[in-house]
């Protein structure tokens, strides 16, 4: 069973709006056995749609499409599917009743645009879209299938959730081809050595299975896939090998983030952590409390952008300011541990750092970071040299730091 | 002059890795006046990747590429442009120089892999990888030309910044046809209303001026497009009118992020802010600081996930908590004025929620956020229903954060 995904919509040809959609629906396809051949994304234009259209019906059993499905008159999506299955719109009463209520506390909302969403394809199924307004459309095309979803994200996603994924779970009869993917995290060795230290295993590898490299900001995901024959328990045997001969390296034989891989580490040691921020400025707060269940070890961050922040809520001297510089060694044990104390946690981490464009010295040039750790066994620090961009530098300081941690919560456990 | 991308790596299809490089890359392009006509995603196997060179090359003056150009042996793209543009690969002496100089402090990396980094197809243009090994490949078809770059974020940018965007333009020999994009962004009205109330308007713009509503988290940005015959004058002209209809509503007059708008208000006021989290958990502080001069505004932070933090460094009454509840006006109140005193900021703002998915109640479900903004003139809070979906809540929360400071920071000076 194969998949394409259509997205429709001139913001993503003009780079307004980033296709976050694409990834999520591939990673929910591959868990119910579909592969996703091909993502292509079009403007709202007739003649593209329909040929996009065509190109993907000569691929793929399913089409999805998201889209320019709103109520303006920049999005056709419906009115090009209407023609492309030769068909005309007609009221639906269901989707007009649902509507009816989505929007009973906005009446301003129910004006003659609203109303048009709930004129349908007569030929199309209805599915219901629960969080908004546009009619969720199914077609069929011979044995093929396309499905029609919005493009905002909380839609789409409560829409293939609810609706598009059990709906092509009941279409596959019984899955054939079984899609596995193993993936497992190092650091700490260049992707090329990684590629030389496997290439034993790479070429005693069967024909379908594939070994992928993933480096992103210090870490190499190695992920292990099978389209086809290859049972669960040979696919565990060949990942269990691979673990056996990365084991140096290893930081997770899971995909999950790093944040969740320490959050469960945390809730499993009934431990607790914070963080004091200077060039990371809370986008690792935000990582560290981004997924459900993170107050079980998460307390809190004082975010000390400003040098005053750092002396008058975390303590830092200012003389100690003046002669080793705010991004120090120093500095930093400083704000670990003040945070550890103040907010009572077991573990913390602090982050200074020159994200630039400005800043820099030649002693310490943009990019420059320390992180400490503070623990209940000590406080240690780590100076890192992470690139020219600002974004790539507190990216990649995040990393650091929950590599670090991880470590040392590991660590004191073994 | 049109442009398709083509990118390439399982982890898109698989969903391991979400595609960011195609909306920058789209944006540069509509800069420099190119249109981008579709942007495809396929695996890396060299007969879907020859299948997408075809229909691009069938539409397009150019294509450009990126990924597969690691070392290792699950990248191929250099292998399948060496067989699409017949040729066979050389070793090239400046890209062998770069490498060994980009490498000279980790001989670990130099080994028999990386050396595979300096063969070229005999027929391409090489084009220098500042940052990385993998060389930048300009191949020419005809009057058509194919730039092929690596995957990851950061060297993409340096390369399509550095080279092949000037490249690109030398070859404009003349731009024809000036690509013109205007957006403003506004707020408290429906997206159908909106198309009402901008009827007249719509219905008397020339063919060739398009207007695209984009709302997301509660703003809707309003984008008029020219591809073509459009003087600069004449855009303005009609920007200008469409600014007129909708002056109740705007927030900006640019497509610039809030924070970004936020920003320049208080630099320009000479003023500061700082925040006090709860459901927000740092995204706020990690807006504010994203964009490089945000240490002229931004303070600090105090996430107080935990409410002993919010006991502890904010000062909100453990009797409060009891009584009103952490999500209550009391306690955003106290969060927002603590934290504006501590940091001594001019402004700040606190917010208090309920993310999900647990900890709702009747009274407060899900989705329920208290909003305060703390300035000079006095503080005012406000409660929000932002969803259901935790990633949904927060985002959310962060614009109307955000939005309510732009109103009360300008309110002021009017």
Same mark, same amino acid.
């Given at each position: ?273 914070? =963080? $004091? +921020?200077?060039?990371?400025? %809370? *986008? &690792? ?6 997924? /459900?269940?993170?107050? !079980? ?82 406080? =240690? $620090? +780590?100076?890192?040299?992470? %690139? *020219? &961009? ?6 990649? /300081?995040?990393?650091? !730091? ?13």
């Amino acid at each position: 069973m194969r998949a394409e995904i259509i997205t429709i919509g001139d913001e993503l040809l003009i780079g307004q709006v980033v296709d976050t959609n694409s990834a999520w629906m591939a990673e929910r396809l591959n868990e119910i056995g579909v592969e996703l051949y091909q993502i292509t994304s079009v403007h709202d234009r007739r003649e593209h749609i329909v040929a996009a259209l065509d190109e993907a019906f000569s691929r793929a059993d399913i089409v999805l499409t998201t889209g320019g499905l709103g109520p303006t008159n920049d999005d056709i999506t419906k009115h090009v599917l209407c023609e492309y299955f030769d068909t005309h719109l007609i009221e639906d009463q269901r989707v007009r009743a649902h509507i009816m209520d989505l929007y009973h506390e906005r009446p301003d909302v129910l004006n003659r645009l609203t109303a048009t969403q709930w004129l349908v394809p007569e030929n199309a199924e209805i599915l219901e879209n629960r969080v908004g307004s546009a009619p969720l459309m199914v077609f069929h095309h011979g044995s093929q299938l396309l499905a029609s979803m919005p493009g905002v994200p909380y839609e789409m996603k409560i829409a293939m959730e609810e609706q598009i994924l059990p709906y092509i779970s009941r279409q596959l009869s019984a899955i054939s081809n079984q899609i596995i993917h193993r993936t497992l995290q190092v650091t700490g060795i260049p992707e090329s050595s990684l590629a030389i230290l496997l290439e034993g295993y790479e070429s005693s590898m069967p024909a379908d299975l594939h070994l992928a490299y993933l480096p992103k900001d210090g870490i190499i995901r190695l992920r292990l896939s099978s389209y086809g024959e290859l049972s669960e328990e040979e696919m565990n045997r060949w990942f269990a090998e691979l673990k056996t001969l990365v084991a140096k390296y290893l930081i997770s034989d899971t995909d999950e983030p790093l944040e969740v891989i320490l959050g469960k580490l945390l809730v499993a040691r009934g431990k607790t952590i914070s =963080t $004091a +921020e200077s060039c990371t400025g %809370g *986008k &690792l707060a935000s990582l560290l409390n981004k997924h /459900a269940g993170s107050s !079980a070890f998460y307390y809190g961050s004082i975010i000390s952008y400003d040098n005053s922040v750092k002396e008058h809520l975390l303590g830092v001297p200012n003389e100690l300011i003046k002669t080793r510089g705010v991004v120090s060694e120093e500095v930093a044990h400083i704000m670990a541990e003040s945070v550890r104390r103040q907010l009572n946690t077991d573990y913390s981490i602090a982050t200074s750092g020159i994200a630039g464009p400005t800043g820099g010295s030649i002693e310490k040039p943009v990019g420059t970071v320390w992180i400490a750790w503070a623990t209940p066994q000590g406080t =240690t $620090a +780590e100076c890192f040299h992470l %690139g *020219k &961009l600002r974004e790539q530098i507190t990216d990649r /300081a995040c990393t650091k !730091a929950l590599v670090g941690m991880i470590e040392r919560v590991r660590g004191f456990e073994d």
